[in-house]
C-alpha cells in the first residue's frame, strides 16, 4: 500500500467497519431467531405438558398460568411406562456391553496385525455400515422365527449388536493403531496371556472411545423404533418408543398426553448426555460413518 | 504378543465374527434368494429368478416411490446443510456464545423421530400453533392443511428432519471451522475481505472435507427415512409421500403375497443408497482434491 492512497483507505476502513458492526447485529438478530425456531417446538412441548388439559383447550399457545403434574402421570400410566423403561434399558445395557466386548476385542488383532486377512477381515465388517436395515429386517425376521427369538429381548439385542459392530470396530481400531504397543510388550516379556493384556492394559486406555461409543450406540437404541415394532410384540415387551407409538395416537390423544409423553421419552437420554457431556459432540460427531 | 499368535488372533475375533455373520452377512445373503422367490415368508417358495426385479422396472408405485425419497433427499441435504452451514459460521464468530448455545441447538437430535413426529403433527395440525401465528401476524393467506395437501405435505414432513438434525449438521461444519488455521483468517481481515469474500474464498473451500461428510451423512439419512413419513401420514394424502420405505414396510409387513416382493424392493433401496453416496463421496473428493 503505497503512502498516497493510505489517507483513502483509512476512511474505506472505517466503512468497511461500519458495514460490519451492522451486519454483525443483523447475524445476532438471524441467529436468535434460528435459536428461538429450533428450541420453540420442544419448549412448546414442555410448556403444555405441564398445564392443566382445559387451560390448553382454552388457549394452545398460551403460557403456563398453573401448573399440574396429572398429565403426566396420565401418559405415565397410558404408555406402560415404568414397564416399558425398563425394557429399553435392559436392552440398551445387553447391546452396549455386547457390542463394547465383542467390538474392542476384534478390533485389537484387525488393528495390531498387519496382514492381508486382518485388512480382508476388517473390510468384511466396514461393509455392515453401509446396509440400510430395510434389505436385512424380512430375512432377520424369518430368521428369528426359526430360531424361537422373536419377541424376546435376546434377538432385539443381538439384531443391534450386528448392526453397532461395524461402528465400533471402525473407531476402535482406528483408537488402538495410536495406542503405543510397549506396554503390551513388557506384559508379554513377564509372561502374561493375550487375554490378560488384553484386558489390563488395553481395555481400559479405550476408555473415551467407550464412552463415545456409548453415547453413540444409546441414541441409536433409545430412539429407534423399526425394530421394536417389527420383533417385540405385545405392550409388556415395548419399549418406550414402541409403546408410544402402539398406545399414542396423535390424531386422537390429547396434548396434554401426547407431550408429557415425549418428555417421559427424552428425559433419561437428556440426563445420560448431560452427565457425559463431554463425550457427547465427539458421539454424535463420530456418527458421521453411519 | 498376539502379532505371533494367530490362533490367539482368531480367538479375539470370533465372537464378534459370528454376531456378525449370523445377524447381518446371513441376512443379506438369504434376503438376496429371497428376492429371487415367490416367498410369502412361509416354509414353501419357489425360485423366480430376477421376475421380481423386472417387476419392479415396470411397476409404477416403485418409480413414485423412487421420486417422492429422490425429491425428499434433495429438499433435505440442500435445506439441513444450508442451515447447519449458516448457523456453524454464527457460531464460530461468536465464541462466548458458542459452547451454549453449541449444546442447546443439539437437543432437537436427542427427540426421537417418532416423538419429534408427535411434535410436528400437533404444530402443523389444521388449527394448530403453525396455522394460528400466521393468522395472528396477518398472513392467513398462507395457511395450509400442512400434512393433509398433496403439494406441502411431502415438504413438511422434510422440515422435521431439517429441525432434528440442522444442528447436528453445523456441529459437523463447527469442528470444520475450528480446524481452519486462524493465520489465514487473520490474513484476509488484515487484506480487507468483505465478510462474503472472507467465506467464499477462504472458509468455503477449506470446509471441503465437512462439506464431504455432511452432504454424505444428510442423503444416506434422508434416503433411508421412514420414521416421519410413517407416523405423519402413512404415505397419503394420495401417495405424495410414499417413500421406499414405506412401500417396502407395506409389502413385506401387509401384504403376504408381497413379501418377497417387498425384499427385492429393499435390495433396489440399497443400490440407491450405495450408488448416491459413492457418487457424491466421489464428487465431492474429487472436489476437495482440486481445492
Redesign the interface.
Known amino acids: 500500500m503505497s503512502a498516497i492512497s493510505t489517507g483513502k483507505?483509512l476512511v474505506?476502513?472505517k466503512v468497511?467497519t461500519n458495514r460490519?458492526v451492522i451486519?454483525?447485529r443483523i447475524?445476532?438478530v438471524?441467529?436468535g431467531i434460528?435459536?428461538v425456531?429450533?428450541?420453540a417446538?420442544?419448549a412448546?412441548?414442555v410448556l403444555t405438558a405441564i398445564r392443566p388439559a382445559a387451560d390448553v383447550a382454552n388457549d394452545?399457545?398460551g403460557l403456563p398460568t398453573r401448573i399440574t403434574a396429572e398429565n403426566v402421570a396420565t401418559a405415565f400410566a397410558q404408555m406402560n411406562y415404568a414397564q416399558s423403561l425398563w425394557n429399553t434399558v435392559l436392552i440398551l445395557f445387553g447391546t452396549s456391553v455386547?457390542t463394547i466386548?465383542?467390538?474392542s476385542?476384534?478390533s485389537?488383532?484387525?488393528s495390531?496385525?498387519g496382514k492381508r486377512w486382518?485388512r480382508l477381515?476388517y473390510q468384511?465388517?466396514i461393509i455392515?455400515t453401509?446396509?440400510?436395515i430395510?434389505?436385512?429386517?424380512?430375512?432377520?425376521?424369518?430368521?428369528m422365527r426359526d430360531l424361537g427369538l422373536l419377541g424376546s429381548f435376546a434377538g432385539v439385542i443381538?439384531?443391534y449388536?450386528?448392526?453397532l459392530?461395524?461402528v465400533a470396530?471402525f473407531f476402535y481400531t482406528s483408537f488402538i493403531r495410536q495406542v503405543p504397543t510397549e506396554l503390551?510388550?513388557a506384559a508379554?516379556i513377564d509372561g502374561a496371556g493375550?487375554l490378560r493384556?488384553?484386558f489390563l492394559i488395553v481395555f481400559p486406555l479405550l476408555g473415551p472411545m467407550t464412552v463415545t461409543l456409548i453415547t453413540y450406540i444409546a441414541?441409536s437404541v433409545?430412539?429407534d423404533?423399526?425394530v421394536p415394532i417389527?420383533f417385540l410384540q405385545g405392550i409388556q415387551n415395548g419399549t418406550i418408543?414402541s409403546n408410544?407409538?402402539a398406545l399414542?395416537n396423535?390424531?386422537v390423544v390429547q396434548?396434554t398426553t401426547?407431550?408429557p409423553?415425549?418428555l417421559l421419552?427424552?428425559i433419561p437420554?437428556?440426563v445420560l448426555?448431560a452427565v457425559l457431556?463431554r463425550y457427547?459432540?465427539a458421539g454424535?460427531?463420530s456418527?458421521?460413518i453411519k | 504378543?498376539?502379532?505371533k499368535?494367530?490362533l490367539?488372533?482368531?480367538g479375539?475375533?470370533l465372537?464378534?465374527?459370528t454376531?456378525?455373520g449370523?445377524?447381518?452377512?446371513?441376512?443379506?445373503v438369504?434376503?438376496l434368494w429371497?428376492s429371487l422367490t415367490d416367498s410369502s415368508?412361509g416354509p414353501r417358495s419357489n425360485f423366480i429368478g430376477l421376475e421380481n426385479y423386472r417387476r419392479l422396472i415396470f411397476d409404477p408405485d416403485v418409480h413414485s416411490a423412487t421420486l417422492i425419497t429422490i425429491q425428499y433427499a434433495v429438499i433435505v441435504v440442500v435445506l439441513q446443510n444450508l442451515?447447519g452451514l449458516?448457523?456453524a459460521r454464527?457460531?464460530f464468530?461468536?465464541p462466548h456464545?458458542r459452547r451454549v448455545?453449541?449444546?442447546?441447538?443439539?437437543?432437537?437430535?436427542?427427540?426421537?423421530?417418532?416423538?419429534?413426529?408427535?411434535?410436528?403433527?400437533?404444530?402443523l395440525a389444521p388449527?394448530?400453533?403453525l396455522n394460528?401465528?400466521l393468522a395472528l401476524i396477518g398472513l392467513p393467506g398462507l395457511q395450509h392443511v400442512w400434512y393433509g395437501d398433496p403439494t406441502t405435505a411431502l415438504a413438511s414432513i422434510a422440515a422435521v428432519q431439517i429441525?432434528m438434525y440442522?444442528?447436528?449438521t453445523a456441529?459437523?461444519f463447527l469442528?470444520g471451522y475450528l480446524a481452519i488455521p486462524r493465520e489465514l483468517l487473520e490474513a484476509g481481515r488484515i487484506d480487507?475481505a468483505?465478510?462474503w469474500q472472507q467465506f467464499r474464498l477462504i472458509e468455503w473451500p477449506l470446509l471441503a472435507p465437512s462439506l464431504t461428510?455432511c452432504v454424505t451423512?444428510s442423503l444416506?439419512g434422508s434416503l433411508?427415512v421412514?420414521?416421519f413419513p410413517?407416523?405423519l401420514t402413512n404415505g397419503g394424502p394420495a401417495g405424495s409421500t410414499m417413500t421406499l420405505?414405506l412401500l417396502?414396510f407395506n409389502s413385506?409387513?401387509h401384504a403376504a403375497s408381497k413379501?418377497a416382493y417387498?425384499?427385492a424392493i429393499?435390495?433396489a433401496?440399497?443400490v440407491l443408497?450405495?450408488v448416491s453416496?459413492a457418487i457424491a463421496t466421489v464428487v465431492l473428493r474429487a472436489r476437495e482434491a482440486r481445492i
Do not use: C, H, K
Open positions: 483507505s474505506l476502513n468497511v460490519n451486519m454483525r447475524g445476532d438471524l441467529l434460528v435459536l425456531l429450533m428450541l417446538p420442544f412448546f412441548a394452545p399457545l455386547l466386548t465383542l467390538g476385542m476384534a485389537y488383532p484387525l495390531r496385525i486382518t477381515t468384511l465388517f455392515g453401509s446396509v440400510p430395510w434389505v436385512l429386517i424380512a430375512p432377520l425376521y424369518l430368521f443381538l439384531i449388536t450386528a448392526g459392530l461395524p470396530i503390551e510388550e508379554s493375550s493384556i488384553f441414541l433409545w430412539n423404533l423399526i417389527i418408543m408410544a407409538y399414542l396423535p390424531l396434548p401426547l407431550f409423553a415425549i421419552g427424552v437420554l437428556i448426555f457431556q457427547v459432540i454424535l460427531t456418527g458421521a | 504378543m498376539i502379532t499368535r494367530p490367539v488372533a482368531i479375539f475375533l465372537p464378534a465374527l454376531a456378525y449370523l445377524f447381518t452377512l446371513y441376512p443379506l438369504r434376503g429371497l415368508g442451515f449458516l448457523l454464527a457460531l464468530e461468536r456464545a448455545i453449541g449444546t442447546l441447538v443439539l437437543l432437537p437430535t436427542l427427540v426421537a423421530p417418532l416423538m419429534s413426529s408427535f411434535i410436528f403433527s400437533y404444530l388449527d394448530g400453533a394460528r401465528m429441525w440442522t444442528g447436528y456441529t459437523i469442528a480487507g468483505t465478510s461428510v451423512l444416506i433411508r421412514f420414521e410413517f407416523v420405505t417396502i413385506t409387513f413379501f417387498g425384499i429393499a435390495f433401496l440399497l443408497v450405495v453416496a
